[in-house]
């Protein structure tokens, strides 16, 4: 399923999506929408062969995204040296052997 643009369905009044339409607006994979409407994130339903998505669901989706904020990962504390080059130990400053 190939991504393309589609517009926001509000100003439209667009009926029901597809999930190629929900891929594309909400610029998530396939498994991804898939995975949301399995657990009940996104309400769907059979339209003969085809799969539709209400998009109250969806546009409901996005809002929650939007009040959380963005959820960026903390790094990992290693036990690993800092990145980046060493300083170099001038002679002077060097312990005496």
Known sequence: MPYKPVPPPAELGLP????SEVMAYRRESARTVFRK??????QSYKNGDSRLIVWESVLADRERSL???AQLPSRPATGKRPPGRPRKISEAAA???
Not at 16 to 19: K, P
Request: no cysteine; glycine share 12%; proline share 6%.
């Open 37 to 42: 409407i399995a657990s009940g994130v996104y």
């Open 16 to 19: 029901d999506a597809t999930v």
């Open 67 to 69: 009040a959380r904020g």
């Open 95 to 97: 312990p005496a052997e």
